[in-house]
């Protein structure tokens, strides 16, 4: 079955430090992986996706991620953390279930920053 | 502005008591979905509709209803809601299309007491 795996459910770094959020997928055919961000108090935000092509995707706000097939990952980094940037952040699988496209969510993890 | 909107965004109502949230649309997708999210467990699909009068169970629809009248509008509804629907709900539309992904709503606080 499809799955994602968030395994930090917490993480608190210094603002200006670099920043890996861990992401492990479960998925039989090649994967369609998102990340998405949730301010406190607000829906939630597409950060960057991959389908294909270069294993390294940019992203808004200075994110990246990296897909890994051989470790079927997809981390979220980014180079120097902002105060902004505390939220909870979800890495997601599109799966195709019954014709629809569907994405299965992982459980977040919640990024705290400090000043 | 593309967007999905939801409403109400916060809601406290007694156990068994009906309601409505409704979400609207106006990118002219064919997909809407209904996920409710609870710390620890991420989003969790409640219902999704492939086009208008097409429905279908989620990974959680216990104690939901939903309906797809018209292309834009995709209501939750919860007939007699219990504590245990006590969550967060998001509503999101797609055009479909794998890669595109979702677009969220604002999220609809909902207590039930």
């Known amino acids: 079955a499809q799955s994602v795996t968030q395994p930090d459910i917490h993480i608190t770094v210094s603002e200006g430090a670099s920043l890996e959020l861990r992401c492990n997928y479960s998925y039989g055919a090649t994967p369609y992986l998102f990340w998405y961000v949730q301010s406190p108090g607000q829906g939630l935000q597409l950060l960057l996706k991959?389908?294909?092509?270069?294993?390294l995707v940019q992203g808004i706000k200075g994110f990246e991620a990296e897909f890994k097939r051989s470790q079927s990952s997809f981390n979220l980094r980014k180079p120097s953390v902002h105060w902004s940037d505390a939220a909870e952040y979800f890495c997601a699988v599109g799966a195709v279930s019954g014709g629809y496209n569907k994405l299965i969510f992982g459980a977040g993890t919640r990024l705290a920053v400090h000043p | 502005e593309a967007q999905v909107t939801q409403n109400p965004r916060y809601l406290i109502t007694v156990t068994g008591k009906k309601l409505t949230v409704t979400c609207s649309q106006n990118?002219?997708?064919?997909?809407m979905s209904w996920y409710r999210q609870d710390p620890g467990l991420g989003l969790r699909q409640i219902y999704y509709?492939?086009?208008?009068?097409?429905?279908d169970k989620g990974d959680v629809p216990e104690g939901y209803k939903v309906s797809r009248k018209e292309k834009r509008n995709f209501p939750l509804i919860l007939e007699s809601p219990s504590p245990n629907q006590t969550s967060l709900y998001f509503c999101a539309s797609s055009s479909g299309y794998p890669i595109s992904g979702y677009t969220f709503g604002s999220g609809t606080r909902l207590t039930v007491v």
């Open positions: 990118m002219n997708h064919e997909y």
């Open positions: 991959y389908f294909s092509g270069d294993t």
């Open positions: 509709s492939m086009n208008v009068e097409v429905t």
